[in-house]
């Protein structure tokens, strides 16, 4: 077990006891709870994914959402074999996703609000949820 994962693990367990950091087992664990999310499908993905940039996907999964207060941690499939999390404060969210080496949305993202338990969800075939915001 990852280290660095051990704050997001310890987090998700408080917001969704039994999830682990993957979409699936997050939106199943947050139907059991009742937790209001509606998973989004990006229409044509497997066609038209490759020709969205990062900041594109960014745009899109959190057009007409202000982001939470406070800051940020983001998970992505890079951070289970690197243990780097990105940790931010939500206004400098879009910024620091822009500046990254890494394109981040080539796999699952998992977004963490702390100071609201919320989360977002970006699954790598195309769709996106908020949950508990």
């Known amino acids: 077990m990852n280290s660095s994962l051990s704050?997001?693990?310890?987090?998700?367990?408080?917001?969704?006891?039994g999830a682990t950091l993957q979409p699936e087992s997050i939106l199943e664990a947050?139907?059991?709870?009742?937790?209001?999310?509606?998973f989004l499908t990006i229409a044509d993905?497997?066609?038209?994914?490759?020709?969205?940039?990062?900041?594109?996907?960014?745009?899109?999964i959190f057009a007409g959402k202000p982001l939470p207060p406070g800051e940020v941690i983001v998970i992505t499939d890079e951070s289970f074999?690197?243990?780097e999390l990105l940790c931010c404060p939500a206004q400098e969210l879009?910024?620091?996703v822009d500046l990254s080496s890494q394109f981040m949305f080539?796999?699952?993202?998992?977004?963490?609000?702390?100071q609201i338990s919320g989360l977002t969800v970006f699954h790598h075939e195309g769709g996106f949820?908020?949950?508990?915001w």
């Not at 947050?30 to 509606?38: N, Q, W």
């Not at 993905?45 to 960014?58: I, N, S």
């Not at 080539?106 to 702390?114: E, K």
């Open 7 to 17: 704050l997001p693990r310890t987090l998700l367990e408080r917001i969704l006891p």
């Open 30 to 38: 947050a139907e059991r709870k009742g937790l209001t999310c509606k």
């Open 45 to 60: 993905w497997e066609e038209t994914g490759a020709q969205y940039g990062k900041t594109d996907l960014f745009d899109l």
């Open 81 to 83: 074999i690197s243990g």
């Open 94 to 96: 879009r910024q620091r």
């Open 106 to 114: 080539d796999g699952d993202v998992v977004f963490m609000w702390p």
């Open 129 to 132: 949820a908020h949950i508990g």
